[in-house]
């Protein structure tokens, strides 16, 4: 797929509005990927990105730890935009902090506006995309039957009811985020993708086989699922390679951690975190 350095002014204004999809990949505290629904970013100018933060969450201080982020961007048309982008600074006042909080979103809001914007130099764009419908359709259908004979019995369940069925949907979009050979994160569309088990999430390759037959088994791996109602869900773990499951190709990858990435509250839920007093106020 064809990349450059820089967005026209028809991609500027096509990416403006909040009313999108916009994930950013960022890589954490141990250089495992980490995938967040910031629907805020947008492009300032040919060269430069932004988003306006509105909530707190580990992306922000991921990004200030190791400033190479990956993004994806799907507006209501159904267009695409992938790339990579360099975090530089962050400002509490002038124009761009004014300009976000002067969208309706924003601006309308009884309870929060943005409080702080967040700056990078795009790197690298792809071409405008869209979701190739075909492949997306025959990769569901190849995973769907055959993801029962990829089906695991383990004894602990880190997606729970709630992620199995969120991962479930035929309505849930999914996306997969790993760190590239340049050490950029990377995303991928895995529409396809549906959890096996409470521990496992298999996909067909079929959609996006070219990116998708890079992920080599053994790296790190962040499965991103989300509704159009806004339900969502982080999940990591070890990707394990490519294997026919009653005769038909699945990647499988094993769950080792859960994320809510649903505002007022994000937090881990697996590994559980016990429960410790407060002891400073």
């Given at each position: 797929?064809?990349?450059?350095k820089?967005f026209?002014?028809?991609e500027i204004?096509?990416?403006?509005?909040?009313?999108?999809?916009?994930?950013?990949?960022?890589?954490?505290?141990?250089?495992?990927?980490?995938?967040t629904l910031l629907?805020?970013?947008?492009?300032l100018d040919?060269?430069?990105?932004?988003?306006?933060?509105?909530s707190?969450g580990?992306?922000?201080?991921?990004?200030?730890?190791n400033?190479?982020i990956?993004?994806?961007?799907l507006?209501?048309a159904?267009?695409?935009?992938?790339?990579?982008?360099?975090?530089?600074?962050?400002?509490q006042e002038?124009?761009?902090y004014?300009?976000?909080?002067?969208?309706?979103?924003?601006r309308?809001?009884t309870?929060?506006g943005?409080n702080t914007?967040h700056?990078f130099?795009?790197?690298?764009?792809?071409?405008k995309?869209?979701?190739?419908l075909?492949?997306?359709?025959r990769a569901?259908?190849?995973?769907?039957?055959s993801?029962?004979?990829?089906?695991?019995?383990?004894?602990e369940?880190?997606l729970?009811?709630?992620?199995?069925?969120?991962?479930n949907?035929?309505?849930?979009?999914?996306?997969a985020a790993w760190?590239?050979?340049?050490?950029?994160?990377?995303?991928?569309p895995?529409i396809?993708?549906k959890?096996?088990d409470?521990?496992?999430i298999?996909?067909?390759?079929k959609?996006y086989?070219?990116e998708l037959?890079n992920?080599?088994?053994?790296?790190p791996?962040?499965?991103?699922?989300?509704?159009?109602?806004?339900?969502?869900?982080?999940?990591r773990?070890?990707?394990?390679?490519y294997?026919r499951?009653a005769g038909?190709?699945?990647?499988?990858?094993?769950?080792?951690?859960?994320y809510?990435?649903?505002?007022p509250?994000?937090?881990?839920?697996?590994?559980?975190?016990?429960l410790?007093?407060?002891k400073?106020f």
């Amino acid at each position: 797929m064809k990349t450059r350095k820089a967005f026209t002014d028809d991609e500027i204004a096509a990416l403006k509005p909040n009313e999108k999809i916009a994930l950013v990949a960022t890589i954490n505290y141990e250089g495992l990927p980490h995938v967040t629904l910031l629907t805020s970013l947008l492009a300032l100018d040919d060269t430069h990105m932004a988003l306006g933060e509105f909530s707190k969450g580990l992306s922000k201080e991921y990004f200030k730890k190791n400033n190479s982020i990956g993004f994806l961007i799907l507006t209501m048309a159904m267009d695409m935009w992938r790339g990579k982008a360099l975090y530089t600074h962050s400002a509490q006042e002038g124009a761009e902090y004014e300009m976000f909080n002067e969208f309706p979103m924003f601006r309308y809001n009884t309870y929060f506006g943005i409080n702080t914007v967040h700056f990078f130099d795009l790197m690298q764009a792809n071409e405008k995309e869209r979701l190739p419908l075909g492949a997306i359709a025959r990769a569901t259908i190849a995973t769907l039957i055959s993801k029962w004979a990829a089906k695991q019995k383990k004894l602990e369940k880190p997606l729970g009811e709630y992620g199995l069925q969120l991962f479930n949907r035929l309505d849930a979009l999914k996306f997969a985020a790993w760190i590239d050979n340049d050490g950029f994160p990377t995303i991928v569309p895995v529409i396809q993708a549906k959890a096996s088990d409470p521990g496992t999430i298999v996909f067909s390759p079929k959609a996006y086989c070219q990116e998708l037959s890079n992920l080599q088994q053994g790296t790190p791996i962040a499965l991103y699922a989300l509704t159009l109602k806004m339900e969502n869900i982080l999940t990591r773990g070890i990707f394990k390679g490519y294997k026919r499951y009653a005769g038909i190709q699945l990647g499988a990858c094993d769950i080792n951690y859960v994320y809510n990435s649903m505002p007022p509250v994000h937090g881990q839920i697996y590994p559980k975190i016990p429960l410790a007093p407060v002891k400073e106020f």
